[in-house]
């Protein structure tokens, strides 16, 4: 039997490792809310990967670190702690795992490597126009032609779709009775004829989203997971996998040690004292509220250790922590909107906003109001936690 | 099958806690003459006695059970998701915790704490005034100590026999001051939660010296132990009563049809229900942690326990708001248990320090931090 892992040396041992060999530039861009790319991103990820580290919640065969949760969760927890990057999630959390569970030997060995080393880059084809939280719902239509499908519709919300490689997609094979049957999960590489990205502009003034139009692409049959009219299945296997996600409380509380730093700064000096009382006593409020999630976080840890289920935990986790996240970046936005916010540029309106130091902050602000959409929107949890209440 | 909540403590000692809160609960709400319901709540006063409630956290020298803060949670989860409106916090623990630091006689007066025998009532620095009279005050008149001013809403058991006082700015003392003492007039009173409580006026009386227990630095620190304890199982009474105040609320909204179909197949109800679980749990989850980082630490950890009672103050007051807005015109009435259990969880924010005492704490111990760096 191995021998017990030593938890606290690990913590440290993640900790050494991410202060003296994340570079300086990129924990810079953590820290000041600049919007990731794959530009910071990949550096990072190819760091990782050389220490061994590329994936921390792979198992070993496939070039992962084996780690149990525990020690996951204190990976996560340090790497913010220490303004590091949050690992790239789609290929690594996503679709990486999927075809771990899933895929033929052929697509293991072609997928894999790219993922762990970074060299090559996912995004994610699921929503649509007409199917948001009604995944369900969607439309684009794959249509079987010899060894390949010709796949037709568009795909919206695909964050970084722009800088991506390959897009794992699900497509409507057939229709039946229930809508979530008659789904299959393709990969689909973005270089392929037919394939149009445009960049959708958010509110926050960053460019992350698009919309993907896929006008009769051919995808091999061979670039298909599992079975066809399954791709339900591997699209809920890969959102289960997630559902610790929400355990480490860590980036919510570094996001607010940074904010009552701001706010300190922005409002030092005693004609300003009132103001800064204020907005430090809801910081405080938000601090009390994670200090609780942060709570629940480590049962949810210590339940998934012994094979517990989760319950709700996962979805109490998603509605409080989002909202707090929301309400720390209005108390940034009220220290600094009055002197920022009416220099908050549309992109196309010329110059960037970046030539106004800390205007991130607003855009941060404007940001983190997807926090409670995505993911599972605050009312889907909320109808997600009444159900299981109420009992029905 | 409908939520149940799971007890931050359990066992038999909750089990039975609970029983008799549900039955002193009941016998109460039937009851509608004050003398008749001062009587029901002596006799349930006694029986805790007799159970041996009081003992609990006792040193066994002093003729207690020698009990620690698990053995404490218990009991007043259990009495709180029953809702026992009896000062099992003050009696069970913050007497005790006061206690403690008197000097010689102090293991007989424990003793007489755990029989139940000694019903004491406890003032603490802060303790409020009515606003028209001065606030209590001790003050050194002619080589003798004396008191004055009004304490109101002082929450005291049946029948008190003792006054147990923590006050002085230039030395503080602890005392205990026998309820017939001259010079002290008292009005009792049943609280809208149930729960009995005193005015006292203290017309410049003069400290006997056998009242002073103990003196100086040490009685402001142990002081301040007691009121976090208080603050910590006032938390704990009232995450118990908040789960059983959502068991009762679903059970209410999956029965009471209205427009031809049960309240609970609304969205709007069934999201207002989901926010208090979420409330809930965040409370619950701190309060758990809070209550093992006190059991596992010789002193009490404070920073944690002030962010608990902050959160009490904030998801309490919610899940009490929004339960009485789930029973509609019935949530105005105190004919179900369930609004009066959030009736209690309104009031005990205001026992052992209220959200903005914690909040202020805790931003000031943040300032000094701040200079200091």
């Known amino acids: 039997m191995a021998a017990p892992i030593d938890y606290d040396a690990f913590r440290r041992e993640v900790t050494?490792?991410?202060?003296?060999?994340?570079?300086?530039?990129?924990?810079?861009?953590?820290?000041?809310?600049?919007?990731?790319?794959?530009?910071?991103?990949?550096?990072?990820?190819?760091?990782?990967?050389?220490?061994?580290?590329?994936?921390?919640?792979?198992?070993?065969?496939?070039?992962?670190?084996?780690?149990?949760?525990?020690?996951?969760?204190?990976?996560?927890?340090?790497?913010?702690?220490?303004?590091?990057p949050p690992q790239y999630h789609h290929g690594l959390r996503h679709i990486g795992p999927v075809i771990i569970q899933f895929g033929t030997p052929e697509q293991k060995q072609?997928?894999?490597?790219?993922?762990?080393?970074?060299?090559?880059?996912?995004?994610?084809?699921?929503?649509?126009?007409?199917?948001?939280?009604?995944?369900?719902?969607?439309?684009?239509?794959?249509?079987?032609?010899?060894?390949?499908?010709?796949?037709?519709?568009?795909?919206?919300?695909?964050?970084?779709?722009?800088?991506?490689?390959?897009?794992?997609?699900?497509?409507?094979?057939?229709?039946?009775?229930?809508?979530?049957?008659?789904?299959?999960?393709?990969?689909?590489?973005?270089?392929?004829?037919?394939?149009?990205?445009?960049?959708?502009?958010?509110?926050?003034?960053?460019?992350?989203v698009n919309e993907v139009f896929l006008d009769h692409v051919r995808v091999p049959v061979a670039n298909r997971i599992g079975e066809e009219g399954q791709g339900w299945t591997y699209g809920k296997f890969l959102l289960e996998r997630e559902r610790l996600g929400g355990a480490n409380v860590a980036p919510a509380l570094k996001n607010l040690e940074r904010t009552r730093a701001l706010v300190a700064q922005e409002l030092a000096g005693e004609g300003n004292?009132?103001?800064?009382?204020?907005?430090?006593?809801?910081?405080?409020?938000?601090e009390a509220e994670l200090l609780g999630a942060r709570a629940l976080g480590r049962e949810a840890v210590a339940a998934v250790m012994e094979g517990k289920p989760l319950n709700l935990l996962p979805s109490v986790l998603k509605l409080s922590t989002s909202v707090t996240h929301q309400h720390i970046?209005?108390?940034?936005?009220?220290?600094?909107?009055?002197?920022?916010?009416?220099?908050?540029?549309?992109?196309?309106?010329g110059g960037p906003n970046a030539e106004a130091p800390g205007i991130e902050w607003v855009q941060n602000y404007m940001y983190m109001r997807v926090r409670t959409i995505y993911g599972g929107s605050s009312e889907v949890q909320k109808n997600v936690i009444a159900k299981q209440l109420f009992g029905a | 099958?409908?939520?149940?909540?799971?007890?931050?403590?359990?066992?038999?000692?909750?089990?039975?806690?609970?029983r008799l809160g549900l039955e002193a609960d009941r016998a109460l709400a039937s009851?509608?003459?004050?003398?008749?319901?001062?009587?029901?709540?002596?006799?349930?006063?006694?029986?805790?006695?007799?159970?041996?409630?009081?003992?609990?956290?006792?040193?066994?020298?002093?003729?207690?059970?020698?009990?620690?803060?698990?053995?404490?949670?218990?009991?007043?989860?259990?009495?709180?998701?029953?809702?026992?409106?009896?000062?099992?916090?003050?009696?069970?623990?913050?007497?005790?915790?006061?206690l403690a630091g008197a000097g010689e006689g102090r293991n007989a007066l424990l003793a007489d704490v755990a029989t139940g025998r000694a019903r004491i009532c406890a003032i603490l620095p802060g303790a409020a005034s009515d606003g028209t009279g001065s606030a209590l005050k001790l003050a050194a008149s002619g080589g003798r100590l004396v008191l004055d001013g009004t304490v109101v809403g002082v929450e005291t058991p049946p029948d008190p026999t003792h006054l147990l006082i923590v006050c002085g700015e230039a030395e503080p003392v602890l005392l205990l001051i026998p309820a017939d003492a001259r010079g002290l007039a008292g009005g009792r009173y049943q609280r809208i939660d149930g729960h009995l409580a005193q005015d006292w006026t203290f017309g410049g009386m003069a400290v006997e010296p056998t009242w002073i227990l103990a003196r100086g630095e040490e009685v402001t620190r142990r002081a301040e132990e007691a009121r976090d304890l208080g603050a910590l199982l006032t938390c704990i009474e009232g995450v118990s009563a908040m789960g059983a105040i959502i068991e009762q609320t679903i059970d209410y909204?999956?029965?009471?049809?209205?427009?031809?179909?049960?309240?609970?197949?609304?969205?709007?109800?069934?999201?207002?229900?989901?926010?208090?679980?979420?409330?809930?749990?965040?409370?619950?989850?701190?309060?758990?942690?809070?209550?093992?980082?006190?059991?596992?630490?010789?002193?009490?950890?404070?920073?944690?326990?002030?962010?608990?009672?902050?959160?009490?103050?904030?998801?309490?007051?919610?899940?009490?708001?929004?339960?009485?807005?789930?029973?509609?015109?019935?949530?105005?009435t105190e004919a179900?248990?369930?609004?009066?259990?959030?009736?209690?969880?309104?009031?005990?924010?205001?026992?052992y320090g209220d959200r903005t005492f914690q909040a202020a704490r805790l931003l000031a111990e943040a300032r000094r931090c701040a200079e200091a760096a």
């Open chain 2, 336 to 351: 179900l248990p369930a609004i009066r259990l959030a009736r209690r969880v309104m009031m005990a924010e205001f026992e």
């Open chain 1, 329 to 349: 970046a209005e108390v940034a936005l009220d220290a600094v909107g009055g002197r920022l916010a009416p220099r908050f540029r549309r992109v196309d309106a």
């Open chain 2, 31 to 98: 009851l509608v003459d004050s003398a008749e319901q001062a009587a029901c709540l002596r006799r349930y006063w006694d029986s805790i006695a007799e159970l041996g409630w009081m003992a609990t956290a006792v040193p066994e020298e002093a003729g207690g059970a020698g009990g620690g803060l698990a053995d404490l949670a218990a009991l007043v989860a259990g009495a709180g998701r029953g809702g026992l409106p009896l000062p099992v916090t003050l009696a069970c623990a913050v007497v005790p915790a006061l």
């Open chain 1, 273 to 286: 004292r009132l103001k800064r009382e204020m907005l430090e006593h809801r910081l405080l409020l938000a």
């Open chain 1, 16 to 84: 050494e490792f991410a202060l003296t060999r994340c570079p300086p530039e990129i924990r810079a861009a953590v820290a000041t809310y600049r919007k990731l790319s794959r530009k910071i991103w990949y550096p990072w990820q190819k760091i990782l990967y050389e220490h061994g580290w590329g994936a921390p919640s792979w198992p070993k065969e496939y070039g992962g670190t084996g780690w149990d949760h525990r020690q996951r969760h204190i990976f996560d927890e340090v790497m913010a702690e220490c303004d590091c």
């Open chain 1, 110 to 208: 072609r997928f894999l490597p790219g993922i762990l080393s970074g060299k090559d880059w996912w995004c994610q084809g699921y929503s649509e126009p007409n199917a948001g939280s009604d995944l369900a719902s969607l439309r684009t239509t794959a249509r079987r032609e010899g060894n390949e499908y010709i796949v037709e519709g568009q795909k919206t919300w695909t964050s970084h779709a722009h800088e991506s490689d390959w897009m794992y997609t699900l497509v409507r094979t057939s229709k039946e009775a229930k809508k979530q049957q008659g789904i299959t999960m393709l990969l689909i590489p973005l270089d392929s004829p037919g394939i149009t990205i445009r960049p959708i502009r958010t509110i926050d003034g960053w460019h992350h």
């Open chain 2, 253 to 332: 909204l999956s029965n009471r049809v209205q427009f031809g179909v049960p309240l609970s197949s609304f969205q709007a109800l069934r999201h207002r229900v989901a926010e208090m679980y979420v409330e809930y749990e965040n409370l619950r989850g701190l309060v758990g942690q809070t209550l093992r980082a006190a059991s596992a630490s010789d002193c009490l950890p404070w920073r944690d326990i002030a962010f608990a009672k902050l959160r009490l103050g904030e998801a309490g007051r919610f899940v009490a708001q929004e339960a009485i807005q789930c029973h509609g015109g019935m949530g105005m």
């Open chain 2, 1 to 18: 099958m409908a939520f149940t909540a799971t007890p931050l403590v359990g066992g038999d000692a909750f089990d039975m806690a609970q």
